[in-house]
T-cell receptor, first 114, second 112 residues
């Protein structure tokens, strides 16, 4: 089955700096890669996703890049703010038939220092 | 527009008991997936329901079963509870099996 590795497990940045979180996946058939933000005690919130026919996607201060050949994808957050502090999870999924099973990484605790 | 709702929010059970967790999908969504999230880990896929059928299943034993109703809501049942079943159980809904999934707040299950 699919295996997703996520690095780093913890990341501290100064407010205004950029943050980068990296993930690798094992199944070359995976074609969908979402990122979720989970604040303490709250639900995982979908913040951005990318499909395998796209190399990069941006949404304001957030961007995701995908390298299918190397089987890795990254989350980039620019101009970080204290409210960006949370645990971020990457996930990968292939469509088995029509169903979609998300395999998650182990998470990155991002702390933005004021 | 109501998002994904789950009940109850917290539950305490003892080993050997059984439990039923409930999920109502976001308005307009017809697919429900269930995940188990242990403390400090990422969610793990249990199964996905669409058109009242289990469409895909993760690596969980048969003690974990589910159901989807005609109104798209879903239940997760766990029998013969073990201490290791203590976790946050998350429900995610989507508009179709192959679409982005949106999570509820989860049910925190504690086994004593």
């Amino acid at each position: 089955g699919e295996n997703v590795e996520q690095h780093p497990s913890t990341l501290s940045v100064q407010e205004g700096d950029s943050a980068v979180i990296k993930c690798t996946y094992s199944d070359s058939a995976s074609n969908y890669f979402p990122w979720y933000k989970q604040e303490l005690g709250k639900r995982p919130q979908l913040i951005i996703d990318i499909r395998s026919n796209v190399g990069e996607k941006k949404d304001q201060r957030i961007a995701v890049t995908l390298n299918k050949t190397a089987k890795h994808f990254s989350l980039h957050i620019t101009e970080t703010q204290p409210e960006d502090s949370a645990v971020y999870f990457c996930a990968a999924s292939g469509a088995s038939g029509s169903a979609r099973q998300l395999t998650f990484g182990s998470g990155t605790q991002l702390t933005v220092l004021p | 527009d109501a998002g994904v709702t789950q009940s109850p929010t917290h539950l305490i059970k003892t080993r050997g008991q059984q439990v039923t967790l409930r999920c109502s999908p976001k308005s307009g969504h017809d697919t429900v997936s269930w995940y188990q999230q242990a403390l400090g880990q990422g969610p793990q896929f249990i199964f996905q329901y669409y058109e009242e059928e289990e469409r895909q299943r993760g690596n969980f034993p048969d003690r974990f079963s589910g159901h989807q109703f005609p109104n798209y809501s879903s239940e997760l049942n766990v029998n013969a509870l073990l201490l290791g079943d203590s976790a946050l159980y998350l429900c995610a809904s989507s508009n179709g099996m192959n679409q982005p999934q949106h999570f509820g707040d989860g049910t925190r299950l504690s086994i004593l």
